[in-house]
């Protein structure tokens, strides 16, 4: 099937290129604008400079140049935001500011998506196909105002795709990629296809329909694959294999004055577990085996709908109204697998989670608007329905679905104190129906100097609600005692945010250097922590006992002449936690560097840009539970994880007048799998003890074809 589909994408481009149009020339070396429109958290889609929060932007260009798949690929070269894999599930999710997945909110057209952890929040970056998407906007700080619960670090807007400027578009698109030195056309390597066909019905109207197919093989290392029958822990997968379908729809109307779109998706995703354990059933009489091994599938289906519409009245009012429905499962196959005969026995085959999710949010802008003032009023309503089997316990054979809705109301204004400084407060009142009413605050400034100069800071409190395993987790029997907690309270946090950004051009615009310098301030409490709730007999329980304090500060330095630009950025932060229930615990604070940098050349005679991207995660350090003293209170011991580096490289050129575009590259390639975590921080990146972290399947390279037909 992997053959067919590969062989299909080659003819597709062969009879597309056999049958296409002359199109126009596009300058590629053209100066791109200074002024970078963004849209998260605005009033208005406005210029990067008159935002008053800080907010990164993450263009087309430089998805196409890494051949980024899906969000997990484009995330490893920004300070502060760790991509987290993990080669047991498949997932991706992503820290930021020292804090996990869990306090990030990842929107899609400025809905947070639903996923099997969660609403916005939690979400597996792998799930997020980036064919369609125009930019990415993520903004830095407390949003607890504009986004309300989970955005305590911030939040990652995907802006997509909805206009053209062609009458039609259709792109066809092939990647091959070896996984570490292992790549086949059938069962190694990961094999990408892609369609889009866009089209301008008239002056108004734009329709867009789109699919994926992203097939990773897995990653063997040592491993020996589905069909091997020693009980030697050999069988299966390093990294499982897994094949994700992403298909798209788009029909938007703008008339200049409003626009409405109606966006759809379904994604589907098979992820195949191996397990190690091999059962020889020995047959005695006549002295054979038939080996067999418990496997699971698992099968992710999730559909996004999403509506929307924005404009201007007369009167100068703004509105934006977005509803969205939502529907995720995931279900597991479990079976006893025959590896000799490939039969399957025992076999359930059942929904393990399902998650229903309802959205809507609403704002009127331009309110009382003059020069000097402005002010937004919105509503938000979040509706959740769902279940989780694996963290039922012994209700495991009949889950019970759980509801919590949410309905918020807020309010903002950004009064201009002068010309060139700004002021935002705001509040957010919060009604839900697992835990008591809120409000939330944000004050946010900008002011802007002379030669360049922009300030911004931004204090802003936002909150994390538990999710579905904290609160109704149970796992109990003779050995164990684990629960989840239904009397959690959210976490309550405090984001504090200082940035200097410099901007000078020299030679009309030729030349464009940028400096900044951010500070950043996070103090959690109430933190949700698995804790011992009693010692005879031993009893777990989540409960809100835990604090945590963030510090950062962060350097960035671009500079752009003519067809070179070039980065250097550096940040080096601390993180301190406190156990209260913990006598022997230590809040200090423990520090950790990183460093990126790139460099990009654009070679107009040959219509080609090369790149080169680095990263630097230093040494990084965290208390741990060792043991227990005298008295039976646990004792912590600092842990510390080796640093590492990543580097990708690629080249892209265009052909036949920009109508077809190679892209060959290399991921990782100072070759890094596993990196140590221990006491002395001995060893290096490519040490495989036990007591390490799996963080890549190494030395990668790739080869993407996109054929564009315009007309």
Same mark, same amino acid.
């Given at each position: 099937?992997? @053959?067919?589909?590969?062989?299909?994408?080659?003819? &597709?481009?062969?009879?597309?290129?056999?049958?296409?149009?002359?199109?126009?020339?596009?300058?590629?070396?053209?100066?791109?604008?200074? !002024?970078?429109?963004?849209?998260?958290?605005?009033?208005?889609?406005?210029?990067?400079?008159?935002?008053? /929060?800080?907010?990164?932007? &993450?263009?087309?260009?430089?998805?196409?140049?890494?051949?980024?798949?899906?969000?997990?690929?484009?995330?490893?070269?920004?300070?502060?935001?760790?991509?987290? =894999?993990?080669?047991?599930?498949?997932?991706?999710?992503?820290?930021?500011?020292?804090?996990?997945?869990?306090?990030?909110?990842?929107?899609?057209? $400025?809905?947070?998506?639903?996923?099997?952890?969660?609403?916005?929040?939690?979400?597996?970056?792998?799930? *997020?196909?980036?064919?369609?998407?125009?930019?990415?906007?993520?903004?830095?700080?407390?949003?607890?105002?504009?986004?309300?619960?989970?955005?305590?670090?911030?939040?990652?807007? &995907?802006?997509?795709?909805?206009?053209?400027?062609?009458?039609?578009?259709?792109?066809?698109?092939?990647?091959?990629?070896?996984?570490? !030195?292992?790549?086949?056309? @059938?069962?190694?390597?990961?094999?990408?296809?892609?369609?889009?066909?866009?089209?301008?019905?008239?002056?108004?109207?734009?329709?867009?329909?789109?699919?994926?197919?992203?097939?990773?093989?897995?990653?063997?290392?040592?491993?020996?694959?589905?069909?091997?029958?020693?009980?030697?822990?050999?069988?299966?997968?390093?990294?499982?294999?897994?094949?994700?379908?992403?298909?798209?729809?788009?029909?938007?109307?703008?008339?200049?004055?409003?626009?409405? +779109? /109606?966006?759809?998706?379904?994604?589907?995703?098979?992820?195949?577990? @191996?397990?190690?354990?091999v059962r020889s059933n020995f047959n005695s009489q006549n002295s054979t085996i038939n080996p067999s091994a418990t496997?699971?599938?698992?099968?992710?289906?999730?559909?996004?709908?999403?509506?929307?519409?924005?404009?201007?009245?007369?009167?100068?009012?703004?509105?934006?109204?977005?509803?969205?429905?939502?529907?995720?499962?995931?279900?597991?196959?479990?079976?006893?697998?025959?590896?000799?005969?490939?039969?399957?026995?025992?076999? *359930?085959?059942?929904?393990?989670?399902?998650?229903?999710?309802?959205?809507?949010?609403?704002?009127?802008?331009?309110?009382?608007?003059?020069?000097?003032?402005?002010?937004?009023? #919105?509503?938000?309503?979040?509706?959740?329905?769902?279940?989780?089997?694996?963290?039922?316990?012994?209700?495991?054979?009949? =889950?019970?679905?759980?509801?919590?809705?949410?309905?918020?109301?807020?309010?903002?204004?950004?009064? #201009?104190?002068?010309?060139?400084?700004?002021?935002?407060?705001?509040?957010?009142?919060?009604?839900?129906?697992? @835990?008591?009413?809120?409000?939330?605050? %944000?004050?946010?400034?900008?002011?802007?100097?002379?030669?360049? +100069?922009?300030?911004?800071?931004?204090?802003?409190?936002?909150?994390?609600?538990?999710?579905?395993?904290?609160?109704?987790?149970?796992?109990?029997?003779?050995?164990?005692?684990?629960?989840?907690? %239904?009397?959690?309270? =959210? %976490?309550?946090?405090?984001?504090?945010?200082?940035?200097?950004?410099?901007?000078?051009?020299?030679?009309?615009?030729?030349?464009?250097?940028?400096?900044?310098?951010?500070?950043?301030?996070?103090?959690?409490?109430?933190? &949700? %922590?698995?804790?011992?709730?009693?010692?005879?007999?031993?009893?777990?329980?989540?409960?809100?006992?835990?604090?945590?304090?963030?510090?950062?500060?962060?350097?960035?330095?671009?500079?752009?002449?003519?067809?070179?630009?070039?980065?250097?950025?550096?940040?080096?932060?601390?993180?301190?936690?406190?156990?209260?229930?913990?006598?022997?615990?230590?809040?200090?604070?423990?520090?950790?560097?990183?460093?990126?940098?790139?460099?990009?050349?654009? /070679?107009?005679?040959?219509?080609?840009?090369?790149?080169?991207?680095?990263?630097?995660?230093?040494?990084?350090?965290?208390?741990?539970?060792?043991?227990?003293?005298? !008295?039976?209170?646990?004792?912590?011991?600092?842990?510390?994880?080796?640093?590492?580096?990543?580097?990708?490289?690629?080249?892209?050129?265009?052909?036949?007048?920009?109508?077809?575009?190679?892209?060959?590259?290399?991921?990782?390639?100072?070759?890094?799998?596993?990196?140590?975590?221990?006491?002395?921080?001995?060893?290096?990146?490519?040490?495989?003890?036990?007591?390490?972290?799996?963080?890549?399947?190494?030395?990668?390279? /790739?080869?993407?074809?996109?054929?564009?037909? $315009?007309?």
């Open positions: 099937m992997k @053959f067919k589909f590969n062989v299909l994408f080659v003819l &597709i481009l062969a009879f597309a290129k056999a049958n296409s149009q002359q199109t126009v020339v596009i300058d590629t070396t053209e100066v791109e604008s200074l !002024d970078e429109i963004v849209v998260t958290g605005q009033y208005n889609p406005q210029s990067i400079k008159k935002s008053v /929060y800080n907010v990164r932007v &993450i263009k087309a260009e430089q998805i196409k140049q890494i051949a980024a798949v899906n969000v997990a690929d484009l995330l490893n070269f920004n300070l502060n935001l760790n991509v987290t =894999p993990s080669a047991s599930t498949g997932r991706s999710t992503v820290s930021f500011f020292g804090l996990d997945a869990r306090y990030f909110n990842v929107l899609i057209d $400025n809905v947070p998506i639903v996923s099997d952890n969660g609403v916005g929040s939690n979400i597996d970056l792998t799930q *997020i196909n980036l064919d369609d998407v125009e930019r990415i906007e993520i903004v830095e700080g407390s949003m607890g105002v504009q986004y309300g619960a989970n955005a305590v670090s911030g939040v990652l807007n &995907i802006i997509t795709k909805k206009s053209d400027k062609n009458k039609w578009r259709i792109n066809l698109s092939l990647q091959e990629e070896t996984v570490s !030195d292992e790549y086949a056309w @059938f069962d190694e390597g990961r094999h990408v296809q892609g369609a889009t066909i866009s089209h301008n019905i008239n002056d108004n109207w734009y329709a867009s329909v789109g699919v994926t197919r992203n097939d990773f093989a897995g990653f063997f290392n040592n491993k020996k694959g589905r069909d091997y029958f020693e009980n030697d822990g050999l069988r299966g997968y390093e990294w499982l294999p897994k094949e994700q379908i992403t298909s798209n729809a788009l029909l938007g109307y703008n008339n200049g004055k409003h626009k409405f +779109f /109606y966006k759809f998706e379904y994604f589907d995703e098979t992820i195949n577990f @191996f397990n190690s354990t496997d699971r599938i698992y099968k992710t289906s999730r559909i996004f709908n999403h509506l929307n519409g924005s404009g201007t009245f007369d009167s100068g009012l703004r509105y934006s109204v977005s509803l969205s429905y939502q529907e995720q499962k995931r279900r597991l196959n479990e079976f006893n697998y025959f590896i000799l005969t490939r039969e399957r026995t025992a076999e *359930i085959d059942e929904v393990n989670q399902s998650g229903k999710f309802f959205y809507s949010k609403g704002t009127l802008g331009n309110l009382f608007k003059t020069d000097r003032f402005n002010a937004q009023v #919105g509503y938000e309503i979040t509706l959740q329905e769902g279940f989780d089997r694996e963290a039922a316990g012994e209700n495991i054979l009949n =889950p019970k679905t759980r509801n919590i809705n949410d309905f918020a109301g807020f309010i903002s204004s950004e009064i #201009g104190l002068s010309d060139n400084l700004t002021v935002r407060p705001g509040i957010r009142f919060i009604y839900n129906s697992q @835990f008591d009413k809120k409000a939330v605050y %944000e004050l946010t400034a900008r002011q802007l100097f002379e030669k360049g +100069f922009e300030l911004r800071a931004n204090v802003g409190t936002s909150y994390r609600v538990p999710d579905f395993t904290e609160l109704y987790y149970y796992f109990v029997d003779a050995n164990h005692d684990v629960q989840g907690n %239904e009397n959690l309270k =959210p %976490e309550e946090g405090l984001t504090t945010f200082l940035s200097l950004k410099k901007k000078t051009w020299f030679d009309n615009s030729l030349i464009r250097l940028e400096n900044s310098v951010k500070l950043t301030y996070i103090d959690l409490s109430d933190r &949700i %922590e698995l804790s011992i709730v009693n010692t005879n007999p031993l009893q777990y329980r989540y409960v809100n006992i835990d604090s945590y304090r963030f510090i950062g500060l962060t350097n960035t330095n671009s500079l752009k002449l003519k067809n070179w630009s070039t980065s250097l950025n550096a940040t080096v932060f601390g993180i301190s936690r406190e156990l209260a229930s913990e006598d022997n615990a230590s809040d200090d604070y423990l520090y950790q560097f990183q460093l990126n940098a790139s460099l990009n050349y654009r /070679y107009p005679k040959w219509d080609t840009v090369f790149s080169l991207l680095v990263n630097y995660n230093g040494r990084q350090q965290d208390f741990r539970v060792t043991g227990s003293d005298s !008295d039976g209170n646990s004792t912590f011991s600092k842990i510390e994880t080796d640093a590492y580096s990543w580097l990708d490289a690629s080249i892209r050129k265009s052909f036949l007048s920009d109508q077809l575009e190679a892209t060959v590259g290399a991921r990782n390639l100072f070759d890094i799998t596993r990196v140590d975590t221990n006491y002395t921080s001995s060893g290096g990146a490519h040490n495989t003890a036990t007591n390490s972290i799996l963080l890549g399947y190494g030395r990668s390279f /790739y080869l993407k074809l996109l054929y564009k037909l $315009n007309f």
